[in-house]
Antibody
Framework: QVQLVQSGAEVKKPGASVKVSCKASGYTFTTYDINWVRQAAGQGLEWMGW????????GYAQKFQGRVTMTRSTSISTAYMELSSLTSEDTAVYYCARNPPNTGNFYDWGQGTLVTVSS | QAVLTQPSSLSASPGASASLTCTLRSGINVGTYNIYWYQQKPGSPPQYLLRYKSDSDKEQGSGVPSRFSGSKDASANAGILLISGLQSEDEADYYCMIWHSNTWVFGGGTKLTVL
């Protein structure tokens, strides 16, 4: 079955960077895009951007432009999301989700990674 | 004004129907958009429910009961998620989403209480 398994919780200091991984299994990694969505405690969903594992193409929400980088390693079917210049406002659960290219069908989601930014 | 507006909460009784709305900002025509719906229960990631553009262009998520259906109200410029025969397990947060200006945009979510 399809699985997206994310890396564990992180605690970072303001100004630092965090890199979250999302390991895919149960399907051909390069045939679905990977999106990243975050959710602060008690808040709604916020889309951060997408990546094509096939081409490496990316698209980022304007809010995160210049601060987020999405990459992948096709050899190990893993996608990565790196967010820099962290502030307390970035404290949230970060999810990866897979979708057929050019659709909003986020069929499968990772379990989420809690990133806490605290001094 | 937000791109997508959802009521923050809604309550309904078991067995009844619930209509969750997702209103698009003025100037954004609901008729041209695919509206995606997600359900999220506490402590879990969201789950895909369905996509609705029109009665002839829609998709039900795998394993999603037919009690969940989508529609649009053009006069209100809104997408609608209709849940019929409400069950206690339907108590959750529901989010709508569209692709707008090269961005996936989520509504603020509606917390559905079944009581």
């Amino acid at each position: 079955q399809v699985q997206l398994v994310q890396s564990g919780a992180e605690v970072k200091k303001p100004g630092a960077s965090v890199k979250v991984s999302c390991k895919a299994s149960g399907y051909t990694f390069t045939t679905y895009d990977i999106n990243w969505v975050r959710q602060a405690a008690g808040q709604g969903l916020e889309w951060m951007g997408w990546m094509s594992p096939k081409s490496g193409d990316t698209g980022y929400a304007q809010k995160f432009q210049g601060r987020v980088t999405m990459t992948r390693s096709t050899s190990i079917s893993t996608a990565y999301m790196e967010l820099s210049s962290l502030t307390s406002e970035d404290t949230a659960v970060y999810y990866c989700a897979r979708n057929p290219p050019n659709t909003g069908n986020f069929y499968d989601w990772g379990q989420g990674t809690l990133v806490t930014v605290s001094s | 004004q937000a791109v997508l507006t959802q009521p923050s909460s809604l309550s309904a009784s078991p067995g009844a129907s619930a209509s969750l709305t997702c209103t698009l900002r003025s100037g954004i025509n609901v008729g041209t958009y695919n509206i995606y719906w997600y359900q999220q229960k506490p402590g879990s990631p969201p789950q895909y429910l369905l996509r609705y553009k029109s009665d002839s262009d829609k998709e039900q998520g795998s394993g999603v009961p037919s009690r969940f259906s989508g529609s649009k109200d053009a006069s209100a410029n809104a997408g609608i998620l209709l849940i019929s025969g409400l069950q206690s397990e339907d108590e959750a947060d529901y989010y709508c989403m569209i692709w707008h200006s090269n961005t996936w945009v989520f509504g603020g979510g509606t917390k559905l209480t079944v009581l």
